[in-house]
């Protein structure tokens, strides 16, 4: 069933990247597992998804030796600082980063840091995580003061929007990010799109989606986001 919601999922971001004047092949799709059986994860897999995600350090580390060493592992959730360690060797992007002190601990360890994304809050929802528009640009250069490469920006649309009530957010996440590469022009990922909005988030720019429920059904913790 995973193998064939991946399908579907595929050819929707196909399509919507032929609306937008794009190649899907632009675009990543992260499959988000947040505790789904092992066999739906292996399902995605033999379908040929190599893309992964989860929002909680325990479930991430507990994921690392469910698949086969060519899956890539995103963070996707907000990260304290005392658990940098367990979810840093084994991350390939942290799509996460919203403050400075977390840039430290990410900086730490040995080897390169693994690149990431920060997280910008363009709603202003006050539950919601991520710096604001006008303090993106800071935490860029925090980052990249202390050697980690800041691949893009990341956000969250409003809980309950609509996809055409996410659309301005997308917009204005691109728009921000457009504004900064005139001084990071490494600055190329946008990290925007889940289950109910992704198609949207294609037309405006994305080349990252975190989609779970429309791959692997109602996740178990939570039943709904994602």
């Known amino acids: 069933m995973a193998g064939l919601r991946l399908h579907e999922v595929g050819e929707r971001v196909a399509a919507a990247a ?3 004047g794009r190649s899907p092949e632009e675009i990543t799709l992260v ?3 947040k505790g789904v059986a092992g066999d739906l994860l292996a399902a995605a897999y033999s379908a040929g998804q190599r893309d992964f995600g989860e929002n909680r350090a325990a479930n991430f580390v507990a994921r690392w030796g469910q698949l086969p060493g060519d899956a890539r592992w995103h963070f996707i959730g907000r990260l304290q600082g005392n658990k940098v360690r367990l979810v840093r060797p084994g991350a390939c992007l942290l799509h996460s980063l919203d403050r400075a002190d977390l840039a430290g601990y990410w900086a730490k360890g040995p080897g390169r840091p693994p690149p990431v994304l920060v997280q910008v809050n363009v ?4 539950q919601k995580a991520g ?3 006008a303090a993106a640009e800071s935490l860029v250069e925090a980052a990249a003061g202390l050697g980690i490469t800041v691949r893009g920006l990341m956000t969250i649309a409003p809980i309950g929007a609509s996809p055409e009530e996410a659309r301005p957010w997308f917009r204005k996440l691109a728009a921000l ?6 001084r990071w022009p490494q600055l190329t990922d946008l990290s925007m799109g889940m289950t109910d909005d992704f198609e949207v988030a294609v037309e405006e720019g994305a080349t990252l989606l975190r989609v779970g429920r429309a791959i692997f059904g109602p996740f178990p913790e939570s039943g709904k986001r994602g």
Request: zero cysteines; glycine letters at 6%; a positive charge.
């Open 18 to 20: 032929r609306r937008a």
């Open 31 to 33: 499959a988000v597992s």
């Open 123 to 126: 709603s202003g929802e006050a």
């Open 131 to 133: 710096v604001s528009p």
């Open 177 to 182: 990010r457009d504004d900064l590469r005139r």
